[in-house]
T-cell receptor, first 114, second 109 residues
Framework: TAGITQAPTSQILAAGRSMTLRCTQD?????MYWYRQDLGLGLRLIHY???????GKGEVPDGYSVSRANTDDFPLTLASAVPSQTSVYFC?????????????FGPGTRLTVL | GQNIDQPTEMTATEGAIVQINCTYQ??????LFWYQQHAGEAPTFLSY??LDGLEEKGRFSSFLSRSKGYSYLLLKELQMKDSASYLC??????????WGAGTKLIIKP
């Protein structure tokens, strides 16, 4: 079982360029999440989706956008990357949003913006 | 504001016992999670506590005191593979997960 996959594994991006990080889950989970993880800080929620067709802003949404056209996919787009967006990005999913369901994480994408 | 505090780093000896503490101040409480994260990998679920008391799962146990805003993760019979970061996270009143920065556990032979 694949669980959650993310692509690419890592990327170096020039500042000002756009990029989409891909996330796909095969667990038929309703809720999906995007986090960034920076050294010395806890995981910070960027955007989330409690069900297909809906999205919401997390703690640090500026500079990022998401869409949730179907249950399985939840891409994260950086419209114009800046160096402060250098981070490790994790996608996660859970059975239900707005609940205490356990979140399961993808392997992460390491992004460097120069 | 919302805050989760954990020690930054701890060191323990193979075969020993270690306790990793977590204190929290959040807007509401709907449960506390512990995750394990090996270097360069994704966090993986370890335990969930919503009621006061101890939850035991093999070599790992997790304790919660809601009145004190406190939890700990207890790891027994430490193995080298337990070297990892341990993340404490609290579900707040909006059912958002608030994460601590994690405790890096170093196991020495």
């Amino acid at each position: 079982t694949a669980g959650i996959t993310q692509a690419p594994t890592s990327q170096i991006l020039a500042a000002g360029r756009s990029m989409t990080l891909r996330c796909t889950q095969d667990m038929r989970h309703n809720a999906m999440y995007w986090y960034r993880q920076d050294l010395g800080l806890g995981l910070r929620l960027i955007h989330y989706s409690n069900t297909a067709g809906t999205t919401g802003k997390g703690e640090v949404p500026d500079g990022y956008s998401v869409s949730r056209a179907n249950t399985d996919d939840f891409p994260l787009t950086l419209a114009s990357a800046v160096p402060s967006q250098t981070s490790v990005y994790f996608c996660a999913s859970s059975g239900e949003g707005g609940s205490t369901d356990t979140q399961y994480f993808g392997p992460g994408t390491r992004l460097t913006v120069l | 504001g919302q805050n989760i505090d954990q020690p930054t780093e701890m060191t323990a000896t193979e075969g020993a016992i270690v306790q990793i503490n977590c204190t929290y101040q959040t807007s509401g409480f709907n449960g506390l999670f512990w995750y394990q994260q090996h270097a360069g990998e994704a966090p993986t679920f370890l335990s969930y506590n919503v009621l006061d008391g101890l939850e035991e799962k093999g070599r790992f146990s997790s304790f919660l005191s809601r009145s004190k805003g406190y939890s700990y993760l207890l790891l027994k019979e430490l193995q080298m593979k337990d070297s990892a970061s341990y993340l404490c996270a609290v579900t707040d009143s909006n059912y958002q997960l608030i994460w601590g920065a994690g405790t890096k556990l170093i196991i020495k032979p």
